[in-house]
């Protein structure tokens, strides 16, 4: 008992340490992926003012929101990572234990399952327990407003509140059933096919930390890619909680709401029907844009129709750049526990 949990300790720590050097270090190019992934579903970010891509939100965002903005909602995500991707080292090792057990490295095809459901039940079992972490990270990342009161959110204690008080509980699990679909599928090859590569080679244990890297960044690509719209949707539907439908949210600053109140201070005893629709028009498209999608199936109908297939992969560059930091951190896992 005592060496079973000193074991599971030992991924625990290196698993997590692993993990936080290496989403500080990629913080930047995160931040850059979540921004080109959910702009078009933000209510901050009007379409004259869209990101056109990498380099352009490399320009912009330290001019308009200061440099250290990039490593906005790195605090949440290494707080979210740390146990993120502890739990799913110390689970995969107790589910191969499950999925494996009594097959032989040299039956391949039953070894390649048993190392996919290995790794996509770790990815679905610890995300129960973070989603909400993994929330507020996206919703701080995509929060373009500069310091004090243009900002959305103050931190990640106060998105959360704000999200809770706003929608409650099920607001923080906004998208939770698209993610649990994309973990599988991410983890499954990014613990599946790592593994299954690495008892491929004569000594994996020996194997330089050069092959160990090249496996990794291959598997974490091929994952990223194969996963990556389920990830875009799943963003975009965290960018739902706390709208109102049928309720303007921005009354006071949205210039629709602001022209239609003007109109209807300045023509109080005209009552044209023309008029009356141009203002009824005004007001919906207010009180229509405030929900974009209704659910999980309508988002990724509306993003199809009405951005095209490429929508999906928005950011996937980005998201490439950054899985060098997931390579790293299966590489460094590795040999920590060398170590420990």
Same mark, same amino acid.
């Given at each position: ?75 949440? *995500? ?5 146990? $993120? ?46 989603? @909400? ?68 080679? @004569? ?22 890619? $194969?996963?990556? @719209? ?16 049928? *309720?303007?949210?921005?009354?006071? $600053? ?64 980005? *998201? ?21």
């Amino acid at each position: 008992m005592n060496e079973t949990v000193i074991s599971f300790g030992k991924d625990f720590l290196a698993g997590g340490i692993s993990a936080a050097i290496s989403k500080t270090a990629v913080a930047p190019i995160e931040r850059i992926k979540l921004l080109l992934q959910v702009q078009h579903a933000s209510k901050q970010i009007t379409v004259d003012k869209q990101y056109k891509g990498i380099m352009d939100c490399v320009v912009r965002i330290p001019k308009e929101q200061g440099f250290l903005s990039f490593w906005r909602g790195n605090l949440a *995500n290494v707080i979210r990572y740390f146990p $993120t991707q502890a739990l799913n080292f110390a689970f995969k090792d107790k589910y191969k234990q499950i999925f494996l057990d009594g097959v032989d490295k040299k039956q391949f095809w039953r070894y390649f399952a048993g190392n996919l459901a290995s790794g996509g039940a770790a990815g679905a079992t610890s995300l129960c327990f973070v989603y @909400p972490l993994d929330f507020a990270r996206t919703r701080l990342a995509a929060d373009v407003g500069k310091a004090g009161a243009g900002r959305e959110f103050n931190g990640l204690g106060d998105c959360l509140k704000k999200i809770y008080k706003a929608d409650g509980l099920k607001g923080l699990y906004q998208g939770f059933s698209v993610s649990v679909q994309g973990i599988i599928i991410y983890r499954a090859s990014y613990f599946g096919v790592y593994d299954t590569a690495k008892g491929m080679l @004569p000594d994996p244990k020996n194997a330089s930390i050069l092959v160990s890297w090249a496996i990794a960044q291959s598997v974490t690509a091929v994952a990223g890619l $194969t996963s990556y @719209p389920f990830d875009t949707v799943r963003r975009r539907m965290m960018m739902q909680s706390g709208r109102k439908g049928g *309720n303007c949210k921005l009354l006071n $600053t949205c210039q629709c709401c602001v022209f239609s109140n003007a109109i209807h201070n300045i023509e109080l005893h005209l009552v044209r029907t023309i008029q009356l629709r141009q203002r009824y028009d005004l007001f919906s498209m207010c009180f229509a844009g405030d929900i974009m999608y209704t659910g999980t199936i309508d988002c990724w109908k509306k993003i199809a129709r009405d951005e095209g297939g490429k929508a999906f992969f928005k950011g996937a560059w980005s *998201n490439v750049l950054r899985g060098m930091g997931g390579a790293f951190v299966l590489v460094l896992y590795d040999e920590l526990k060398k170590v420990l």
